[in-house]
């Protein structure tokens, strides 16, 4: 069994900076990727940010050149750190990761951007 435990959530102005934080455990043993989804109120889950067992990344591009993903291969451990941020990036986000072709989802932390 996997665990996914997020933590960085938080209420943050505009142009303010958050970094999510997102620590698997249990049954780890060769993760393949990790990455972030985010779900706004009334809208479906979308794809925010990926990184690959390799490093490589990729994007949506209404979070390029501002969020920045990481990992931490020796903690299981990935980062979200984001900058600039817009009150359109108010979601609930959720880590992943990706193990032998199965998917494993964190509980979701709570992103408010606002004056």
């Known amino acids: 069994q996997v665990q996914l435990m997020e933590s960085g959530g938080g209420l943050v102005q505009p142009g303010g900076s958050l970094r999510l934080s997102c620590a698997a455990s249990g049954s780890i043993f060769s993760i393949n990727a990790m990455g972030w989804y985010r779900q706004a109120p009334g809208k479906q889950r979308e794809f925010v940010a990926l990184i690959t067992s390799l490093g490589g990344t990729n994007y949506a591009d209404s979070v390029k050149g501002r969020f920045t993903i990481s990992r931490d291969s020796a903690k299981n451990t990935e980062y979200l750190q984001m900058n600039s941020l817009k009150p359109e990036d108010t979601a609930v986000y959720y880590c992943?990761?990706?193990?032998?072709?199965?998917?494993?989802w964190g509980q979701g932390t709570q992103v408010t951007v606002s004056s």
């Open positions: 992943y990761i990706r193990q032998n072709r199965v998917d494993y």
